[in-house]
């Protein structure tokens, strides 16, 4: 018998501190590779720059992965559960309008760890933007198109 998502359970005790950083990791609805099409890639960074010109977050790095996203920042005023939403939704907006479909394709949920401030948050920003090599994608980071830091 397969098992009932458990992804409801990860906002319980969820808690959110504005200035802080968190490291938000969103998968699509099973595991579909959405992003392995550059140009649907991109739509989403326009949506994550979007986020980030509005002031909701101060985004430190992140990489979209075929299928998911890894998104390091520091959160604004507005509640984290707020800003991942609007921003699941207004990529879910563009990304189906250039599709020509309407469907949900964000898996429900997301994960999300505070970053503690005695972590090394460019060692962090390091390990997100080396997924690609880690999964293979790639041979160089320079070689894959969809991540960004702050630090360049």
């Not at 950083?21 to 991109?42: C, K």
């Not at 101060?58 to 559960?81: C, K, T």
């Not at 005695?118 to 994608?137: H, K, M, Q, S």
Request: glycine fraction near 6%.
């Amino acid at each position: 018998m397969p098992q009932k998502p458990n992804s409801h359970l990860l906002r319980l005790g969820r808690y959110c501190e504005p200035g802080r950083a968190y490291l938000i990791t969103t998968v699509v609805h099973q595991r579909y590779p959405l992003f392995s099409n550059l140009r649907l890639g991109r739509l989403l960074v326009a949506e994550l720059k979007h986020t980030h010109d509005l002031g909701l977050v101060n985004s430190l790095a992140w990489v979209i992965m075929p299928d998911h996203l890894h998104w390091l920042f520091e959160l604004g005023d507005a509640p984290l559960s707020q800003v991942i939403g609007r921003t699941k939704s207004r990529s879910t907006l563009t990304i189906n309008r250039a599709r020509g479909i309407r469907e949900r394709f964000w898996q429900s949920g997301y994960h999300d760890r505070a970053v503690r401030a005695e972590e090394d948050i460019r060692r962090i920003a390091r390990y997100i933007v080396a997924n690609p090599l880690r999964a293979g994608l790639v041979d160089h980071i320079g070689d894959y198109p969809l991540w960004d830091a702050a630090w360049l």
